[in-house]
């Protein structure tokens, strides 16, 4: 679905930002559809310009062909991004750190194009990734694999491709976090002032409001 179809006003972006709980039956946070919006323009994008010039969306380095899959898979990006938070429950920050990681994969090999064969992985690796970075409890990589439609060997081997690729060099500051948040409001809203979720502080909040509230219900069971 484009961003363009979803009416998201700047109240219920910054609504969803402080009301946003790690709770099984918390809504779809509204920048899966801000992050699809750009990774389909992204795609679009790259593919007039294979038309032009002539040259694969994918490149030819080993470092990068890992993410090539043999058979485009039929799903959208934003019902795959859709499906990976049904099943994780990955937190707004989570897609915005990836959405990083991406960017500086790009950065540092310029001759990559994200295409259709290989940014589902691409996606399926970073979210993965940006999820052990950001949140506190994580699933095994044997579950993403699942949800991401591969086998744990794939996802694993993923993983290390991507870190190796990366040098390591996972560490996304508050600064940062904010200066993407901008970047994919400029992208998609174009003056309309939306605001992505700024979570990277705001998550850790919640969770340690959580925390203290179950340390208390444990302390005050016992006086009931």
Known sequence: ?????????????????????????????????????VIDRTLSRN?????????????????TRVFDCNETPDMTIQSYLERIFRYTRAGPSVYVVAYVYIDRFCQLYPEFRIGVRNV??????????????????????????????????EMNKLEVEFLFSMKFKLHVNVSVFESYCCHLEREVSIGGGY???????????????????????????PLL
């Open 1 to 37: 679905m484009a961003l363009s179809s979803t009416v998201i006003s700047p109240r219920k972006l910054r609504h969803d930002v402080y009301s946003y709980s790690y709770q099984q039956d918390s809504n779809i946070p509204l920048v899966i559809s801000v992050l699809a919006s």
């Open 120 to 153: 589902h992985r691409l996606l399926i690796t970073t979210i993965m990734l940006a999820s052990k970075y950001v949140e506190d409890m994580n699933h095994r990589n044997s579950y993403f694999a699942q949800v991401g439609g591969l086998t744990t060997k």
């Open 195 to 221: 605001h992505i979720e700024r979570t990277l502080r705001c998550a850790e909040d919640i969770k340690l409001k959580q925390r203290e509230e179950t340390r208390f219900d444990q302390i005050a069971h």
């Open 47 to 63: 593919e007039r310009i294979a038309k032009n010039c002539r040259f694969p969306l994918s490149s030819k380095s080993a470092k």
